[in-house]
């Protein structure tokens, strides 16, 4: 069974540009979320989707924002992006609605430079 | 909100040496999990351990979720295994993963 599928894995991009991720979660799993992980802040929660409703945002600005297709694929997108924005972006899939366990894609590090 | 602290931050090991990582939260969690991040970010899944005893291999958990804290029990460690430890669990009304600022592993040879 294919894991979960982060493309691209790194990206540069320029200050003001804007930029999508994509995730491909695992056969079967409907739950996605993205966290953002950088060294001074660690491991962040973005938004998750189930079943093409966004169900949960962490505290980021309008900037970030996602969606989720019909076969559970989702993607983020930040526009104008910021030096700060470099990260490494992680997607995560989960089975069900309920609380189950959360498995890790390999992340996009993005680099604004 | 939730917080998650783990400990020690640091740690430095001899090869075989055993290790034990803790993981406090400031509130009742579900879902606890731990993950190994590898030299390439990737989180690798180590335990979903919501409460009780798991072994796997030279790695076993143990969550006692009434008091509020997990540990990760390393055991013959070895080079492969340094990287960063990250705890991580859900409140009952949220979706999404509290994680805790990680332990960070290195075994020498």
């Known amino acids: 069974k294919a894991g979960v599928t982060q493309t691209p894995r790194y990206l540069i991009k320029t200050r003001g540009q804007q930029v999508t991720l994509s995730c491909s979660p695992i056969?079967?799993?409907?739950?996605v979320s993205w966290y953002q992980q950088t060294p001074g802040q660690g491991l962040q929660f973005l938004f998750e989707?189930?079943?093409?409703?966004?169900?949960n945002k962490g505290n980021f600005p309008g900037r970030f924002s996602g969606r989720q297709f019909s076969n559970s694929r989702s993607e983020m997108n930040v526009s104008t992006l910021e030096l700060g924005d470099s990260a490494l972006y992680l997607c995560?899939?989960?089975?069900?609605?309920?609380?189950?366990?959360?498995?890790f894609g390999q992340g996009t590090r993005l680099t604004v430079v | 909100g939730i917080q998650v602290e783990q400990s020690p931050p640091d740690l430095i090991l001899q090869e075989g040496a055993n290790s034990t990582l803790r993981c406090n939260f400031s509130?009742?969690?579900?879902?606890l999990q731990w993950f190994h991040q590898n030299p390439w970010g990737q989180l690798i899944n180590l335990f979903y351990?919501?409460?009780g005893t798991k072994q796997n291999g030279r790695l076993s958990a143990t969550t006692v979720a009434t008091e509020r804290y997990s540990l990760l029990y390393i055991s013959s460690s070895q080079t492969t295994d340094s990287g960063v430890y990250f705890c991580?669990?859900?409140?009952?009304?949220?979706?999404?993963?509290?994680f805790g600022s990680g332990t960070r592993l290195l075994v020498r040879p």
């Open positions: 995560a899939s989960s089975q069900q609605d309920t609380y189950t366990e959360a498995f």
């Open positions: 056969s079967g799993h409907r739950s």
């Open positions: 989707y189930f079943s093409e409703t966004q169900r």
């Open positions: 509130d009742s969690v579900n879902n």
């Open positions: 351990i919501p409460s």
């Open positions: 991580a669990g859900r409140m009952d009304s949220s979706y999404k993963l509290i």
